[in-house]
């Protein structure tokens, strides 16, 4: 009788590893579907998003093309340039650079002695230097 003990122990402990094995082969299938399943989650995704991005490429592009219609040229305005004339005279300007006298272009020498009298005459310097104003025209 020990020896039909010890073979049913031997069964048992067969078929129990053999459920295990079986187990653990369900579970692995399960988890590889599960897998699959993600992956093809994560493709339709992807999928989903290229189309949404191409429909948003697309839509930018229209928007571009109906922005880029040639608008209606306007007839472009020269502008009057005002012709403007200037006259050369030397002027007589003391330290602080205001105009004390003011003589024409050919006067330069009358010019130079009225600065040296206004030197010798008041503390400050006095100098000549050159200045044009406009002339108006009619």
Do not use: C
Request: proline share 1%; net charge positive.
């Amino acid at each position: 009788m020990a020896r039909k003990v010890t073979t049913s122990k031997k069964k048992s402990t067969k078929s129990a590893s053999a459920s295990k094995v079986k187990k653990k082969k369900a579970a692995a299938a399960k988890t590889s579907t599960a897998k699959k399943a993600g992956a093809k989650k994560t493709a339709t995704k992807k999928t989903a998003a290229k189309k949404t991005a191409t429909k948003k490429k697309e839509a930018k592009k229209d928007t571009k093309k109906a922005e880029k219609k040639p608008k209606a040229k306007r007839a472009s305005r020269k502008k009057v340039v005002a012709e403007v004339r200037l006259k050369a005279f030397w002027g007589v300007f003391n330290q602080s650079l205001k105009r004390v006298a003011l003589y024409e272009y050919n006067q330069r020498r009358q010019a130079d002695k009225r600065a040296e009298e206004l030197t010798e005459k008041s503390s400050s310097p006095h100098f000549v230097q050159l200045v044009k104003e406009v002339i108006e025209t009619d």
